[in-house]
T-cell receptor, first 110, second 116 residues
């Protein structure tokens, strides 16, 4: 069965500290994986995507994610959080359709 | 370029009433998607159109939900009659093609539906 699990429903960090949002996946095939961000009252925006090329994927706004097949993980990181990063983040698996995780709400404190 | 447009942004109705949502995709995008996002969950695909044909409607509750994309451009999603559990944000997205692993979907701001 194809699925994604976001391990944390909420993550809180201080501005300027690193961000780690965790995602595990289950897939029978070589997966394509995405991270989307959703700001309040705005549409989902693609941060980055992995499609079996380089395992370290760089996205917009300083985010990056590393695909680890041995751990079936695709964690999202950023070296230094900014207040504007506060939003909901979704890990997404591309199967015959996009399968979204339940989301991680990132709070950034000044 | 203009993004995906949706209207209305908010809608409140009584149960058993009907409601319709409208979506205008990015110009030139052949594929259009409707998603349902219930509070605290990730979006779930309801229906996918390729031009004006349905590609996937396996998760659309067809006894009460319908959708059309008659001219292969904009689309409407209708619920009739609405139930309390239909309260959600309805998201429209579009993409140039149907390559799941390579084609980026662009999302509209959504319509927040509250059924009382």
């Amino acid at each position: 069965a194809q699925s994604v699990t976001q391990l944390d429903s909420h993550v809180s960090v201080s501005e300027g500290t690193p961000v780690l949002l965790r995602c595990n996946y289950s897939s029978s095939y070589s997966p394509s994986l995405f991270w989307y961000v959703q700001h309040p009252n705005k549409g989902l925006q693609l941060l980055l995507k992995y499609t079996s090329a380089a395992t370290l994927v760089k996205g917009i706004n300083g985010f990056e994610a590393e695909f680890k097949k041995s751990e079936t993980s695709f964690h999202l990181t950023k070296p230094s959080a900014h207040m504007s990063d506060a939003a909901e983040y979704f890990c997404v698996l591309a199967a015959d359709k996009l399968i979204f995780g339940t989301g991680t709400r990132l709070q950034v404190f000044p | 370029e203009a993004g995906v447009a949706q209207s209305p942004r908010y809608k409140i109705i009584e149960k058993r009433q009907s409601v319709a949502f409208w979506c205008n995709p990015i110009s030139g995008h052949a594929t259009l998607y409707w998603y349902q996002q219930i509070l605290g969950q990730g979006p779930k695909l309801l229906i996918q159109f390729q031009n004006n044909g349905v590609v996937d409607d396996s998760q659309l509750p067809k006894d009460r939900f319908s959708a059309e994309r008659l001219k292969g451009v904009d689309s409407t999603l209708k619920i009739q009659p609405a139930k309390l559990e239909d309260s959600a944000v309805y998201l429209c997205a579009s993409s140039q093609r149907t390559g799941w692993d390579t084609d980026t979907q662009y999302f509209g701001p959504g319509t927040r539906l509250t059924v009382l």
